[in-house]
């Protein structure tokens, strides 16, 4: 068996994922990316979207939400604000917080309102990214 | 000497006040074990992130952040944490207490004191002085992450607005089952975090590669930082609170079971003497009959 690393996603309600995999795929801020074991230590801010993770031939599909990534001593830390697997997403959640963040997002455009656009563009975000992991698995 | 019925109205009252009593305390330590575990589940994510935050903070230049600004301070904002409900002791009224002198101390300096108010008391406290700039009621029951990363993003525009030089954050910590204490927690300016754990680190595994560049990470996480702060606070409170609540209604229900005890001696001396009256009036009855 190929060499390791240490996947560890923490987020504020706890540590959701803590396993030994073969390769971790994230959404970076300038692309994605992928880390195989005994790589040179790195810090990324995170995007929202699909986190994948190997074991064998096995692999995982996580949404995560914000946040950034650091990777030292063969261990590879996500920290974001929300992480979800595939199979534990509530797609008819995400679909009414789609529709619910484009009408927002219409709302907000017509008046100006950047803080409001900003707010809603992440939720629409957030919302497709659940959609598309749940659809994965 | 109250009447025999009064009294007994009385004691059963009484009985029924400590019957509330104690399963409000049952109830608080129950969700104090909620909170609790609330609290050590967040307690990787914000070790982690202050890890993250010294091993940045040590190459970066303080003054290009709008977080970081250090002025002159004319304004002070601070962020009062309070419980959304009573009936938990002294807990609320020694945080208001201690943001009550310390916005005395401010103004005696001649600076200005806004305030943000999180959870209904300290709102209550405060709303007459006029200073209260915003307040977030009736959310500490059932908080997420994202509760508190609304308030502080209002926090953080206001701070680089300008119209608060500095914030800081009044909370109740909770330092054990037993004791609860108010504590003050500066929030803006960010302040970099140096840790010297930090830089011996560095020297082992060696420089990171960032991406982007450290300002602009630094600029992704001053604001994630202000909500691990702020929820942090709150979860400190969430804990508090109940614990407080818990020692609160403990004294209550013993309180209850004094009063009954003394109203069971006032009851049966009243009984006695009732008893003893009417035997005096039978046996001077008797005694009349004989003639």
New interface residues.
Partial sequence: MAQQIRLEV??????VVSEDVDIVNAP???GDFGVLANH??????IRIGLLTYDQGKKRENLMIS???C?V??NKI?F?V??AEHGKQIDVDRAMRAKERAEQRLAKASQHDDL?NRTRAEAALQRALARMKVSKMT | MASLKEVKNKIAGVKKTAQITKAMNMVASARLRGAQS?ME??R??SS??EE?MS??SGGANTGSFPLMEVRNVATVEIVIVTSDRGLCGSFNANINKLAEKKIKAYEAEGKKVSIVCVGKKGHQYFKKTGKIRKSYTDIMAAFQ??HA?EIAQDIA?NFVNGAADKVEVLYGHFKSVAIQRPAVQDMLPVQPVASEQASDKKAI????????STE??MD??QP?YLNVIL?HAMLEVGASEHAARMTAMDNATSACRDIVNNLTLIYNKARQAAVTGELMDIVGGAEALKG
Avoid: C, H, Q, W
Wanted: zero cysteines; proline letters at 7%; glycine letters at 12%.
């Fill in positions: 923490v987020t504020p309600n706890g540590a970076g801020y300038g040179a230590p790195f810090l990324s801010t914000g946040g950034f650091e030292s001593n830390t920290l604000e929300s803080i | 609330k589940a967040f990787p994510y982690k992130f993250a091993n940045l992450m994202f990363r525009e595994s060696g420089d990171y590669i960032y991406e982007p602009e990470i992704v996480m994630l929820y």
